[in-house]
Nanobody, 120 residues
């Protein structure tokens, strides 16, 4: 069994910073792409940023220049450093990972979500 455990959410004032972490654990052969999504109240879940196993990154236009995604392959962990936060960044942030298990199959795994609230 494989799971993703997120941490680092919370309440912050506009202009502040937060750092999210997400660690994959369980029966893992390799972790491929990892990423962060968010869902604001009444809106669809959207991609925030993702990163391949070779550290190639991709960002939503709304967070470019403010957020940085990184990973530690030795720890099967992905991070999201969020700076210059805005009220519109408020939402539940979900970690996602494409994980290959020892049976050779790749599974798309989601974390439980962590709340980020940015006050104006």
């Amino acid at each position: 069994q494989v799971q993703l455990v997120e941490s680092g959410g919370g309440l912050v004032q506009a202009g502040g910073s937060l750092r999210l972490s997400c660690a994959a654990s369980g029966s893992i052969f390799r972790v491929n792409a990892m990423g962060w999504y968010r869902q604001a109240p009444g809106k669809q879940r959207e991609l925030v940023a993702d990163i391949t196993s070779s550290a190639r990154t991709n960002y939503a236009d709304s967070v470019k220049g403010r957020f940085t995604v990184s990973r530690d392959n030795a720890k099967n962990t992905v991070y999201l450093q969020m700076n210059s936060l805005k009220p519109e960044d408020t939402g539940v942030y979900y970690c996602n990972a494409a994980i290959m298990r020892f049976d050779g199959r790749t599974y798309d795994i989601w974390g439980q979500g962590t709340q980020v609230t940015v006050s104006s």
